[in-house]
């Protein structure tokens, strides 16, 4: 079973993974690099204040603790622990024109994944409107990206994504129990 899931890796990277000079490279660098997300961010959190008010603060606590938590669970834990190479770094993919920066030896799991799904998550608990939907097509685009960009296998963005969707639901729990009793205090 676990070798056949191996595979299914290997032959899915293949498929998605494309050498430098291809006709999404542009797009596909513009999702993955942090930065040009800032205007959804400031989006974000220009609608939680709009939504919240006084109680804004706690949503944007929840969304800042589940990134940070993403990040450490796959940056800090999963990649030291499982230690599976990433794909410019794998011995089996020495053959394939690796071109682009690959980051750290190790990428499971795709903590860009797990970032960008946690927040999407917690946004669309938040919000259940349509552009809460396309914060979620954007954490699909980021993890896609990664792959596609060959610094990911797919398991990895799959791995992170979960981890950031699971985390985001635990974080959502509480604090959909915490908002309900802060704005009936407001009111």
């Known amino acids: 079973m676990l070798e056949a899931l191996v595979n299914w890796d290997y032959w899915a990277f293949e498929v998605i993974y494309q050498p430098a000079g291809h006709a999404l490279d542009g797009l596909m660098s513009t999702l ?4 040009v997300w800032i205007p959804l961010y400031l989006l974000i959190v220009q609608q939680t204040i709009y939504k ?6 706690l949503p944007l606590l929840a969304m800042i603790l589940v990134v940070i938590a993403a990040d450490q669970m796959t940056s800090a834990w999963m990649k030291p622990y499982f230690e599976r190479l990433r794909p410019c770094y794998d011995p089996l993919l020495q053959d394939m024109n690796f071109t682009r920066r690959c980051g750290g030896r190790f990428g499971f799991a ?3 994944a797990a970032n960008t ?15 809460a939907k396309a914060v979620g097509l954007w954490a699909f685009g980021v993890a896609y990206s990664r792959v596609y960009l060959g610094v990911h296998f797919p398991l990895d963005v799959i791995a992170g994504m979960g981890t950031g969707a699971l985390l ?9 129990w ?6 009936s205090a407001l009111q």
Not at 121 to 129: A, G, S
Not at 178 to 183: A, G, I, V
């Open 117 to 131: 799904m946690g927040l999407a998550v917690l946004v669309n608990c938040l919000f259940k409107n349509s552009w």
């Open 178 to 183: 915490q908002l309900q009793s802060d704005l």
């Open 32 to 35: 993955s690099a942090k930065s």
């Open 52 to 57: 919240y008010g006084k109680a804004a603060w």
């Open 110 to 112: 795709s903590s860009h």
């Open 168 to 176: 985001s639901l635990a974080i959502w729990i509480l604090l959909k």
